[in-house]
């Protein structure tokens, strides 16, 4: 449930959990396309809910976390994303580093990390 005021007015509505899965309306119902786009040569597919009058088109949830994590990459491959130096430390067996209290304070309680391997210097770390 979620409250919103509004001049001066407190309203309380509920949004329901499919309001952002497709087809959604716009001149009729929209229908799956694939698209692509190419960043820095390399191709990748996603797909949009299109309006089949306009052509005007619209993400779900679940296509509109990939185009964010395409977004992520093309930052990547153009070395635009923020970087951070961190002290790598060791204990005698592991090597570990400390995340910054900027980057944590938002975390609830996370429980594990997945390290996806890019090669033997680079990864990314993502937290759950």
């Given at each position: ?5 509004l ?10 959990k ?7 309306r ?51 491959l ?51």
């Amino acid at each position: 449930m979620a409250n919103k005021t509004l001049q001066g007015e407190k309203m309380k509505f509920q949004v329901d959990k499919n309001a952002f899965k497709g087809p959604f309306r716009c001149h009729g119902t929209t229908i799956l396309k694939d698209k692509e786009i190419s960043v820095d040569g390399n191709t990748f597919s996603y797909k949009v809910w299109q309006c089949p009058k306009c052509k005007k088109e619209f993400l779900d949830t679940k296509q509109a976390k990939r185009m964010e994590m395409i977004w992520n990459i093309q930052k990547l491959l153009e070395d635009k994303a923020i970087a951070l130096k961190r002290a790598i430390n060791h204990d005698g067996k592991m090597y570990f580093l400390r995340f910054p209290k900027e980057i944590t304070k938002t975390w609830k309680n996370p429980k594990e990390a997945e390290i996806k391997i890019i090669d033997e210097k680079r990864f990314i770390v993502e937290v759950e």
